[in-house]
């Protein structure tokens, strides 16, 4: 049985976006590919409603591509547990209110007793707090949390 991961929007978007001139991001933009290319299909990868919310917005084209480069990942379901958790780390987390949909990520990822969540947004997912505060959190409610975690981090073998 494979491990599961969980691909937040914001790696989705790197994957697809026009190359950046900022050398963080292409760096991000390059790790991501190579995490796409060789190590996707070592794992069950998942998204969710939110994820297809939030990268079917924009520019139509690249919505488009964002599109296309998640089709045939089975989507994880929205419960009320989900709601409740978000809610849960969104108010234990005391992050802004334009980050909410952040806290519905780590938790439809944690319900659904996924490995690994992967994503690029280090403010307010893979962060060292917001993991401390997860691990607490679901301990408290006896949830396995995921690895939350950035592509580079599960890409293996970089030679």
């Not at 950046?20 to 794992?43: G, N, P, Y």
């Not at 998640?70 to 780390?89: C, H, N, R, W």
């Amino acid at each position: 049985m494979k491990e599961t991961v969980y691909i937040e929007t914001s790696v989705i978007s790197y994957l697809v976006a026009k190359p950046s001139r900022d050398l963080v991001v292409a760096a991000r933009q390059q790790i991501t590919r190579e995490w796409w290319d060789r190590c996707l299909r070592k794992f069950d990868v998942y998204v969710s409603p939110y994820v297809i919310g939030e990268i079917s917005l924009g520019n139509p084209e690249y919505a488009d591509l964002r599109m296309k480069s998640i089709s045939g990942f089975p989507e994880l379901q929205i419960t009320p547990m989900v709601e409740t958790l978000a809610d849960k780390y969104f108010k234990t987390l005391n992050i802004p209110d334009k980050a909410k949909l952040d806290c519905f990520h780590l938790a439809i990822s944690a319900v659904h007793g996924i490995d690994y969540l992967i994503s690029w947004n280090c403010k307010h997912i893979v962060n060292a707090r917001v993991k401390r505060v997860l691990e607490s959190v679901d301990f408290d409610l006896d949830i396995r949390s995921p690895m939350v975690c950035t592509p580079e981090e599960l890409l293996e073998d970089r030679t």
